[in-house]
């Protein structure tokens, strides 16, 4: 057979990175090698986003892109996956006729058919069909060693929670959970070909398993926490209305469970929240935010927050900008809302103007940007297990000290925090510093969006270390 190139080009979430990688997977068996060259591509696949209209916009501009490209190249085979296919389905080819394949969220599993079929054929396809389920996949030995260190692990799909902004129960479906058996299974060969950290994914990981009857979400991390060689476990993304008490208990007692939750608020009134249909108030949220705080003092909260929801009052938005005050988050990300096909939302009155949603998010950036600078200084002298992830984007570096070049390195403190280090004077002979290791730095500047920071102790670390983590800590 000869080498086939398959271009995948992802937008959106990591839900769409987890999917992109078993595109890549499902379609080993055809011949297809992936390449990070879209000019080699034999096929190209764009795993789509519908959250908001801007990576709509930024998907059909990258697809119009390779109009040219399907002239010069005739058999090229051009598939658009993801949930705008979901929610566009055969409109995709009506507007764009050099389209040969539009496979929904569900679909994956069917991939390979459907690019067989289009080669042998030279057909177009729409394959929207979501009542099959989840796809369970069978991995071959060697299947999750792409070098990397952290991946992702989706452990449900889809949502029933219908929030009135949101197109993902449209596009991604039913809420429906994978076995624990499975996730455990793929979790074990990741681990096995070098992966350290895993996060698992959901719309809303908290109500994992309950409809199904499965273990609750709580029970799945305790028995992740369980496997050897993992160091560290995160996952995203929690309703807010469903932390559970066992769940918050989780991150005192299982020592895997980074120090991080992403609990999206979205607005700090409860009469947006109201409409938004969340079902929680902004009293609930800020109880479950203390909650979180007398369990680990140290936890670092982000979240999300959208501006500019219909009939959002001044009033309204300054109750998120007060949210924001009393809870000091460790990041945010502020979104302007967006009208999105079948949401609810999208047919509320009192559309809020383009300039008044630029005017609140930018203020809500700046007033999140001074409490992210006062978080990254607090840490300046700490002492932090880093998971080293590889070489950072500026990869050599001169140490202006000894005027050698130094490889600069890149990971991740338990709060999600990047920090990057070279190994400077060596306290840490170079080879010791590989990707997948825990090193101990001391925090020696801080960003708006990174900390710089010195290699103390070389060893790997072990698990437990909380007296040290977070504090001023002597250990050099
Ligand atoms: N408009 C703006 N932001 C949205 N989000 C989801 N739907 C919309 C929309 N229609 C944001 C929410 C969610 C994040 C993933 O995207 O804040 O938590
Ligand atoms: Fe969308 Fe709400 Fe479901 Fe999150 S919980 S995916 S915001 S409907």
New binding site residues.
């Given amino acids: 057979m000869n080498a086939k190139y398959v271009y995948i080009h992802t937008i959106g979430c990591q839900m769409n990175v987890y999917d992109s990688d078993r595109i890549a997977m499902v379609l080993k068996p055809l011949g297809y090698k992936a390449t990070s060259l879209l000019k080699l591509a034999d096929l190209i696949i764009v795993n789509t986003c519908a959250i908001r209209e801007k990576a709509e916009l930024k998907f059909f501009s990258f697809l119009g892109r390779l109009a040219d490209m399907k002239r010069e190249k005739t058999d090229l085979i051009i598939g658009v996956g993801g949930c705008v296919a979901q929610q566009e389905g055969a409109r995709i080819m009506e507007r764009m006729a050099h389209v040969d394949l539009v496979f929904g969220t569900s679909a994956i599993g069917r991939l390979p058919g459907l690019i067989g079929q289009i080669e042998s054929e030279r057909c177009q396809i729409v394959d929207i069909d979501m009542s099959a389920g989840i796809h369970e996949f069978d991995y071959g030995e060697d299947e999750h060693r792409n070098g990397k260190v952290t991946r992702f692990v989706t452990i449900m799909q889809g949502?029933?929670?219908?929030?009135s902004?949101?197109?993902?129960?449209y596009v991604?479906g039913q809420e429906t959970s994978r076995a624990p058996a499975k996730i455990l299974n793929e979790i074990r060969l990741l681990v096995e070909n070098g992966v350290r950290e895993v996060t698992l994914l959901g719309?809303?990981v908290n109500s994992y398993g309950q409809k199904e009857g499965l273990c609750s979400f709580a029970k799945l991390l305790a028995a992740v926490n369980d496997i050897d060689g993992l160091l560290r476990i995160r996952f995203t993304?929690s309703?807010p209305k469903d932390l559970s008490e066992d769940l918050l208990l989780a991150f005192k007692d299982l020592e895997k469970l980074c120090r991080h939750i992403h609990l999206?608020v979205?607005s700090g009134s409860n009469r947006v929240l109201n409409l938004m249909n969340?079902k929680y108030t902004r009293e609930l949220y800020l109880e479950k935010v203390k909650k979180l705080r007398n369990l680990r003092p140290d936890i670092a909260i982000t979240s999300d927050i959208i501006v500019g929801f219909p009939g959002e009052t001044i009033r309204d938005f300054e109750k998120t900008l007060e949210l924001i005050k009393e809870v000091k988050f460790d990041g945010l990300f502020a979104f302007k809302y967006s009208d999105r096909p079948n949401a609810a939302a999208a047919r509320l009155p009192d559309k809020i103007s383009e300039q008044e949603k630029q005017e609140r998010l930018q203020r809500v950036l700046d007033q999140q940007g001074h409490y992210t600078t006062l978080k990254n200084e607090a840490l300046v002298g700490c002492v932090e297990d880093i998971l080293v992830e590889g070489y950072s984007k500026r990869h050599r570096v001169i140490d202006l000290h000894n005027r050698q070049p130094d490889v600069q390195w890149t990971g991740r403190t338990s709060t999600n925090k990047i920090v990057n280090f070279i190994q400077g004077d060596g306290v840490i002979p170079q080879d010791e510093i590989v990707a997948g290791k825990m090193v101990r730095i001391r925090i020696a500047k801080a960003f708006s969006h990174s900390l710089w920071g010195q290699p103390v102790k070389a060893e790997l670390i072990p698990f437990n270390l909380d007296s040290l983590i977070g504090e001023k800590s002597n250990v050099a």
């Fill in positions: 949502c029933d929670n219908f929030c902004y949101c197109v993902v129960p991604r719309q809303n993304t309703h999206p979205q969340r």
